[in-house]
Protein backbone atom coordinates (compact mmCIF):
# COMPACT_ATOMS: atom_id res chain seq x y z
CA UNK A 1 0.00 0.00 0.00
CA UNK A 2 1.34 3.40 -0.89
CA UNK A 3 2.02 5.87 2.28
CA UNK A 4 -0.25 9.06 1.30
CA UNK A 5 1.57 11.14 4.16
CA UNK A 6 -1.25 10.90 6.63
CA UNK A 7 -0.84 9.39 9.68
CA UNK A 8 -2.33 6.88 10.75
CA UNK A 9 -4.85 7.51 13.61
CA UNK A 10 -3.13 7.10 17.29
CA UNK A 11 -4.80 5.49 19.79
CA UNK A 12 -3.98 6.20 23.30
CA UNK A 13 -4.86 3.71 26.71
CA UNK A 14 -4.29 5.18 29.42
CA UNK A 15 -2.81 3.54 32.67
CA UNK A 16 -3.15 4.76 36.82
CA UNK A 17 -0.45 3.39 38.67
CA UNK A 18 -2.17 1.72 41.96
CA UNK A 19 0.02 2.54 45.10
CA UNK A 20 2.04 -0.52 44.95
CA UNK A 21 3.83 0.75 41.89
CA UNK A 22 5.42 3.65 42.16
CA UNK A 23 8.12 2.64 40.53
CA UNK A 24 8.04 0.48 37.56
CA UNK A 25 7.61 1.44 34.29
CA UNK A 26 4.79 1.65 32.02
CA UNK A 27 4.12 -0.85 29.86
CA UNK A 28 6.79 -0.51 26.49
CA UNK A 29 7.77 -2.37 23.23
CA UNK A 30 10.75 -4.09 23.36
CA UNK A 31 11.52 -2.26 19.49
CA UNK A 32 10.07 -0.18 17.35
CA UNK A 33 8.44 -3.43 15.30
CA UNK A 34 7.50 -5.39 18.76
CA UNK A 35 3.56 -5.95 18.40
CA UNK A 36 3.28 -6.76 22.49
CA UNK A 37 3.95 -4.24 24.81
CA UNK A 38 5.59 -5.67 28.31
CA UNK A 39 4.33 -5.70 31.59
CA UNK A 40 6.08 -6.41 34.56
CA UNK A 41 5.61 -8.22 38.30
CA UNK A 42 4.87 -5.56 40.67
CA UNK A 43 4.40 -8.10 43.77
CA UNK A 44 7.92 -8.90 45.74
CA UNK A 45 9.98 -11.87 44.83
CA UNK A 46 8.57 -15.01 44.90
CA UNK A 47 8.15 -18.71 43.69
CA UNK A 48 5.99 -20.31 41.27
CA UNK A 49 6.10 -24.10 41.99
CA UNK A 50 5.38 -27.00 39.45
CA UNK A 51 2.00 -26.85 37.92
CA UNK A 52 0.98 -23.66 39.90
CA UNK A 53 -1.34 -20.88 38.84
CA UNK A 54 -0.98 -17.63 40.47
CA UNK A 55 -2.64 -14.21 39.32
CA UNK A 56 0.15 -12.06 39.35
CA UNK A 57 -0.24 -8.18 40.25
CA UNK A 58 0.84 -5.10 38.13
CA UNK A 59 0.00 -2.46 39.89
CA UNK A 60 -1.40 -0.73 37.11
CA UNK A 61 -5.45 -0.14 36.20
CA UNK A 62 -5.68 0.81 32.54
CA UNK A 63 -8.53 2.97 30.47
CA UNK A 64 -8.82 1.66 27.02
CA UNK A 65 -10.53 3.44 24.09
CA UNK A 66 -13.70 2.23 22.83
CA UNK A 67 -13.87 -0.62 20.40
CA UNK A 68 -10.64 -1.68 21.12
CA UNK A 69 -9.95 -4.63 24.11
CA UNK A 70 -6.26 -5.47 25.61
CA UNK A 71 -4.89 -9.25 24.55
CA UNK A 72 -2.58 -10.31 28.11
CA UNK A 73 0.17 -13.24 26.10
CA UNK A 74 2.74 -15.15 27.20
CA UNK A 75 6.41 -13.88 26.81
CA UNK A 76 8.05 -16.33 24.31
CA UNK A 77 11.05 -16.42 26.06
CA UNK A 78 9.38 -17.26 29.84
CA UNK A 79 7.97 -19.55 27.79
CA UNK A 80 10.68 -21.26 26.13
CA UNK A 81 13.27 -21.35 28.99
CA UNK A 82 11.46 -21.63 32.28
CA UNK A 83 7.86 -23.38 31.26
CA UNK A 84 5.71 -20.22 31.65
CA UNK A 85 2.48 -19.54 29.83
CA UNK A 86 -0.54 -17.23 29.86
CA UNK A 87 -2.63 -20.66 30.90
CA UNK A 88 -5.71 -18.31 29.19
CA UNK A 89 -3.95 -16.80 26.16
CA UNK A 90 -4.77 -14.59 24.82
CA UNK A 91 -6.67 -13.23 28.08
CA UNK A 92 -8.78 -10.35 27.09
CA UNK A 93 -9.49 -7.33 28.89
CA UNK A 94 -12.57 -5.45 27.87
CA UNK A 95 -12.50 -1.38 27.37
CA UNK A 96 -15.33 -1.21 30.44
CA UNK A 97 -12.48 -2.82 33.29
CA UNK A 98 -11.36 -0.61 35.48
CA UNK A 99 -9.68 -3.22 38.20
CA UNK A 100 -6.39 -4.03 38.35
CA UNK A 101 -4.36 -5.36 35.29
CA UNK A 102 -3.64 -9.21 36.34
CA UNK A 103 -1.69 -11.95 34.69
CA UNK A 104 -2.58 -15.35 35.23
CA UNK A 105 1.01 -17.29 35.15
CA UNK A 106 1.69 -21.02 35.13
CA UNK A 107 4.92 -22.77 35.78
CA UNK A 108 4.82 -25.83 33.58
CA UNK A 109 8.31 -26.74 34.40
CA UNK A 110 8.90 -29.22 36.39
CA UNK A 111 10.82 -27.15 39.31
CA UNK A 112 9.99 -24.24 40.91
CA UNK A 113 11.00 -20.96 38.73
CA UNK A 114 11.07 -17.70 40.60
CA UNK A 115 9.43 -14.44 39.85
CA UNK A 116 10.88 -10.90 41.11
CA UNK A 117 9.45 -7.52 41.05
CA UNK A 118 10.02 -5.60 37.99
CA UNK A 119 10.24 -8.71 35.88
CA UNK A 120 8.69 -8.81 32.53
CA UNK A 121 5.98 -11.08 33.13
CA UNK A 122 3.76 -10.81 29.94
CA UNK A 123 3.28 -9.21 26.65
CA UNK A 124 -0.45 -6.42 26.01
CA UNK A 125 -1.72 -6.67 22.27
CA UNK A 126 -4.08 -3.84 21.39
CA UNK A 127 -6.79 -4.52 18.86
CA UNK A 128 -9.85 -3.04 17.60
CA UNK A 129 -13.19 -5.30 18.17
CA UNK A 130 -16.50 -5.36 16.34
CA UNK A 131 -19.73 -5.76 18.18
CA UNK A 132 -22.24 -7.17 15.13
CA UNK A 133 -25.90 -7.19 15.95
CA UNK A 134 -26.15 -11.06 16.88
CA UNK A 135 -29.74 -12.22 15.28
CA UNK A 136 -31.33 -15.87 14.95
CA UNK A 137 -31.76 -17.56 11.44
CA UNK A 138 -33.70 -20.94 10.44
CA UNK A 139 -30.96 -21.44 7.92
CA UNK A 140 -27.53 -20.38 6.87
CA UNK A 141 -26.13 -20.57 3.23
CA UNK A 142 -24.24 -23.56 2.26
CA UNK A 143 -20.53 -23.71 2.18
CA UNK A 144 -18.26 -26.10 0.18
CA UNK A 145 -16.57 -26.96 3.31
CA UNK A 146 -20.38 -27.40 5.59
CA UNK A 147 -20.15 -29.04 8.43
CA UNK A 148 -16.33 -29.93 8.29
CA UNK A 149 -14.61 -29.38 11.71
CA UNK A 150 -11.36 -30.04 13.03
CA UNK A 151 -8.45 -31.24 10.40
CA UNK A 152 -11.28 -31.15 7.39
CA UNK A 153 -9.41 -28.58 5.33
CA UNK A 154 -5.91 -30.74 5.18
CA UNK A 155 -4.10 -33.68 5.50
CA UNK A 156 -1.74 -33.22 8.54
Known amino acids: MPHTG ?36 AEDSFELAPDETRAVATGLV ?3 PAQVE ?24 DPDY ?3 LKVLLRNLSGTPVRI ?3 DRIAQLVFARFETP ?21 GRA
Open 62 to 64: MEL
Open 116 to 118: ARG
Open 6 to 41: EAAPSLRVRFRRLETNPDLPLPSRATSGAAGYDVRC
Open 133 to 153: EVVEASELESTDRAEGGFGST
Open 98 to 100: RGE
Open 70 to 93: CQVRPRSGLAFRKGLIVPNAPGTI
